[in-house]
């Protein structure tokens, strides 16, 4: 059965402070990675990643894919408390129709 | 999410009575799904369509229903709801080409 695991559940650090996000997976035919944050509504899209090694960033959010090892991690940099919220990762597989996610980190950040 | 709609926003309703869920966009997307979230399971695919009349299940779908009419709606339907279909809904829709998905912003569903 297909599966994506993301540790930890969940994280409390103070403003300033860099956290990593981690997550496994095992997924049939993987197409690729995805990593969504979720605050109070609907999440939204941060990155997709299809190849290894690939660091993909955007201000002070990075990435990096392993598809030896079947894991990515997010780190975040200089945390606000604007980051505050949970963080999906996801995989999609097969004929790229479906998007199997992981259950989230909640990260708070204390001012 | 801009161009995805998903009425209503909050509903109450009854064991055992029938409830349907619509979600509308207006960026033309192929695909749609419905996912349902709950606290320790994240989002987990109920049904998903690939194209007008094209539908599938996902992972929890039993107790539900799905159709596709027209590019721009995608309905859910619970036959026979249950306590246990308390939760979240969310529709996603993506383009051909395009793998992140754009989200709703969900239907808080409960079961009484």
């Known amino acids: 059965e297909d599966k994506v695991v993301q540790s930890p559940l969940s994280l409390v650090v103070h403003e300033g402070d860099t956290v990593t996000l981690n997550c496994s997976y095992e997924v049939t035919n993987f197409r690729s990675l995805l990593w969504y944050k979720q605050e109070k509504k609907a999440p939204t899209f941060l990155f997709m990643l299809?190849?290894?090694?690939i660091e993909k960033k955007s201000g002070r959010l990075s990435s990096i894919l392993d598809k030896k090892e079947l894991f990515s991690i997010l780190n975040i940099t200089a945390t606000q408390t604007g980051d505050s919220a949970v963080y999906l990762c996801?995989?999609?597989?097969?004929?790229?129709?479906?998007?199997?996610f992981g259950a989230g980190t909640r990260l708070f950040v204390k001012a | 999410d801009a161009g995805i709609t998903q009425s209503p926003r909050h509903k109450v309703t009854e064991t055992g009575t029938p409830v349907t869920l619509r979600c509308h966009q207006t960026e033309n997307h192929r695909y749609m799904y419905w996912y349902r979230q709950d606290p320790g399971h994240g989002l987990r695919l109920i049904h998903y369509?690939?194209?007008?009349?094209?539908?599938d299940k996902g992972e929890v779908s039993d107790g539900y229903s799905v159709s596709r009419s027209k590019t721009e709606d995608f309905l859910l339907t619970l036959e026979s709801a249950t306590s246990s279909q308390t939760s979240v809904y969310f529709c996603?829709?993506?383009?051909?080409?395009?793998?992140?998905?754009?989200f709703g912003s969900g239907t808080r569903l409960t079961v009484v």
């Open positions: 996801a995989c999609r597989e097969g004929g790229g129709f479906k998007t199997i």
């Open positions: 299809t190849s290894s090694g």
């Open positions: 996603a829709t993506a383009g051909t080409g395009v793998w992140g998905y754009t």
């Open positions: 369509s690939y194209g007008v009349k094209d539908t």
